[in-house]
Structures are given as structure tokens and as C-alpha cells.
């Protein structure tokens, strides 16, 4: 049987005869009878998600700066700031010790204790 088939018996059949009142209160009847869906209650934790957004940021932050504290490159620039320091402390001697060499009247000594 197809939707056409279906539908003309349909129309075919008698409707039965109701009083006035009834069609009055059928829809409130139909109500009544529906079965009522409850919807479930479930607690939000809205505490959670922000936790967790904040761990992420937190934890993003702390490898920014582990990173940025043990680069490699750091490591370098320490290393050739420690060396400058070294070449600026071997300058300044030697400015003294050219001075200290121009005032001995003695020779070489200066340059034999250097």
C-alpha cells in the first residue's frame, strides 16, 4: 500500500459523531496524557574550565621562561660578556704595566715579572 492508497481510505472512513464540548476539550485532554520530560538536572563546575585555562597559561608562561633563562644562545652571550670583561681587565693591566715599563729606567725587569 502506497501513501496515495493510504490516504484515500482514510478519507473514506466515517468520522464518529462527538458533541461540541469534546472538540472544546480535547486539546487540553491530549495534554494532560502527554507524558512530561523532566530535564535532567547536572551541576556545572564552572570552576573547572577557568582552572584549566589558567594551568595552560600558567604552564606556557613557565616554559616561556625556562626557555628564555636556558637558551643556548644566553649561554653564548654570557660566555663572550665573561670573555669581554676578561680582555677589558688584560687591557687595563697592560695600559699600567706600559706605564710602570716607560718609567723604569732599569731596562726589562717589568716585562721579565709580567
Not at 47 to 67: D, N, S, T
Not at 93 to 103: E, I, P, Q, V
Request: glycine letters at 4%.
Amino acid at each position: 500500500m502506497n501513501d496515495f492508497e493510504l490516504e484515500s481510505k482514510l478519507k473514506s472512513l466515517r468520522v464518529p459523531e462527538r458533541p461540541e464540548e469534546y472538540w472544546s476539550d480535547f486539546p487540553s485532554r491530549v495534554r494532560v496524557q502527554l507524558p512530561r520530560e523532566r530535564p535532567e538536572f547536572a551541576p556545572q563546575n564552572a570552576w573547572r574550565p577557568q582552572f584549566a585555562w589558567a594551568g595552560g597559561f600558567a604552564l606556557a608562561v613557565a616554559l616561556v621562561l625556562v626557555c628564555v633563562q636556558y637558551h643556548p644562545l644566553q649561554t653564548v652571550s654570557l660566555a663572550i660578556t665573561k670573555q669581554q670583561h676578561q680582555f677589558h681587565a688584560q687591557l687595563a693591566r697592560l695600559d699600567t704595566g706600559l706605564h710602570k715599563l716607560m718609567l723604569n729606567t732599569d731596562g726589562m725587569g717589568y716585562l721579565l715579572n709580567e
